[in-house]
């Protein structure tokens, strides 16, 4: 074979073998995976069949999200997919839980509150002639002393914003309920007032003018009322003093725990009066449950603070052989009783109570050391439940300091104690209107009549002095503290009988 032919033929042979190598490559096993393509075994079902088993998948090959689960099954997390959402739904807003619910304003009356002021009026018994001829102590200038205090709260921003603005009316020492109405007429009607204020020797048909009659707030400085004024007042009479009942209740208690009662012969002198028939009431009543009962009660005819028949009334009680005396006689005629009654070889045991503000200092020092015989009232014991204070406290030394401070007038804590004593009184009225006004306009961001009263009832610590109490919606009178006192005469005063004090329910 030539060379040439050999190489063809070398040639085609090599062709031949590689075209057979081709052939054979592309028509293999069925079984067997093909190399140019994935296997049909590798690839991702269809979306409407179901997915092999995970097993079965090449570790090398994760198995698409997807394909897991049927397409027509809901998401995992509807909150997720806008689409299940109604597409004109809004998104929930965050304005009811950003911004706090107004609280309603109750209704309330305005008259005398505006925008700028509030009007209060004050109310008292002008006793100046009677301290200027010696018959009373002097308390100072009583309407200075508001307009004082009210003007420092003017300069600090007002009562809830509102400058306190002050009118005076006053009515003659001992005047009747009768002579105390033209004051409260001038106040509510001509003056058109929020507040009345009371400082003292007032009736309860003048408070029932204010509070029933024409419907304002009353505050009582001092002064015993039944409940029952309370009670007509509507709860517009706030009093730093005690309800009768609760006064009345707990004087036999405590006059029996002072061994006062057990073995006498007891009696009850009182006037002819309304307050006084409710105050016998309750405390034949407290007698009763501790065992005990009234020889004798005597009504005498009283009109403000003078009484008549008192003869007759003592006649009486020698009669009934009392030897101890429950006594509701305003303080002259209580002062004169008890002369009459020694002058006559009857010299009974005399009790007496903040009813008439007879357990208090300067009554003592007007009347029982004023008598003929003072020694004759030694041994006098008093219920009270702290008028007359018997230490300075924080709140007055306060106040004086700022009255000093402000007119350049220094009352003696000793010499003029009821001066002192008075600057701290009207000062803490002054005090807690601007404390419950401040509180209407923070919690409801005005000032009326039912917010103010909302206001007062929020003063839950009350002191002034030796009086300890709270003000609350169902308790208008402050005090929740009595004590027996016993006076003596060798100083005209009152000396608290140690263990004597005693907390009131509230």
Known sequence: MSR?????FTFAFVALIALLAASCSSSGDSDEPQVVEPAPTSAPEPADEPAPEPADEPADEPAPEPADEPADEPAPEPADEPADEPADEPAP????????????????????ITDDTIKVAILRSDSKSLEEAGILPDTGDIP????????????RGGAGGRNIEIVFHAYPPGASATDQQAACIAATEDDQVAIVHYVGGV???TVLCATEGHERIAYMLSGILPQEIYDRSNGRLFSQSMTTERLMGAWPTLADAQGLLEGRTLGLMRGDIGEHEVAAGVLREALAELGYELADE?????????????DIGIERMQVANVDTVFNLLPPSPFGITVFLSARGGWEPQWLVSDIENLVYASVAQAVYQRNADPTLFYGLYGLSYGLDRLS?????IECNAVFTEVTGIEYDIVENEDAWSAVGSTCLFIKNL??????????YGTVNQTTLIQGFESLTDYRLGDITGSWSPTKHDAPDVITLKEYQADCACWVEIEGARTMLDQ
């Open 298 to 310: 005597v009504a005498l005819p009283c009109e403000g603070t003078s009484c008549s028949q008192l």
């Open 4 to 8: 040439t032919k050999l190489h063809t």
């Open 144 to 155: 200075r002393n508001y307009v004082v205090f009210a003007e420092e709260v003017n300069d």
């Open 93 to 112: 807003e965050p304005e009811p839980t950003a911004a706090p619910t107004p609280i309603p304003v109750p209704e309330g009356s305005t008259v005398g």
């Open 434 to 443: 601007e404390a419950a006004a401040n509180w209407s306009q923070e919690t």
């Open 203 to 205: 009736a309860a048909e």
């Open 392 to 396: 300075p406290d924080e709140h007055t």
